[in-house]
């Protein structure tokens, strides 16, 4: 089963099995990974799955969605590689990908 690992503020590395299809914001709830709160259950509503993830990964993923676009606006430190996590569907290709936590998500 593909990968993925969550780095949080600290530094501290979370690296958990990631069913193909499954959002990582899910799959980071599913492993009760600190930092990843997806208040909205993942209708890309709230920011609190923000993340950045790693190069070259950020480039193999899908372009932002205007909502997920519109919802970035508001976080504390939005970086060319924040994402929400939600709207990150495992895939093959994806497998061992990182994503560092913000601290606002503590």
């Known amino acids: ?14 690296q958990v099995q990631a069913p193909l299809n499954k959002s990582l914001m899910q799959v980071a709830l599913d492993n009760a990974v600190p930092g990843i709160l997806g208040d ?10 923000h993340g950045y993830v790693d190069q070259p990964w ?6 932002r969605s205007e909502t997920e676009v ?19 569907r495992m895939t093959p290709e994806l497998d061992g990908v990182v994503v560092h936590l913000p601290q606002e998500q503590v």
């Open 1 to 14: 089963m593909p990968t993925v690992v969550f780095i949080d503020h600290a530094g501290a590395t979370y």
């Open 40 to 49: 909205c259950g993942g209708s890309c509503s709230c920011a609190t799955c």
């Open 58 to 63: 950020a480039a193999a993923l899908p372009a």
């Open 70 to 88: 519109f919802m970035l606006e508001g976080v504390p430190e939005l970086r060319e590689n924040s994402r929400l996590c939600c709207q990150i």
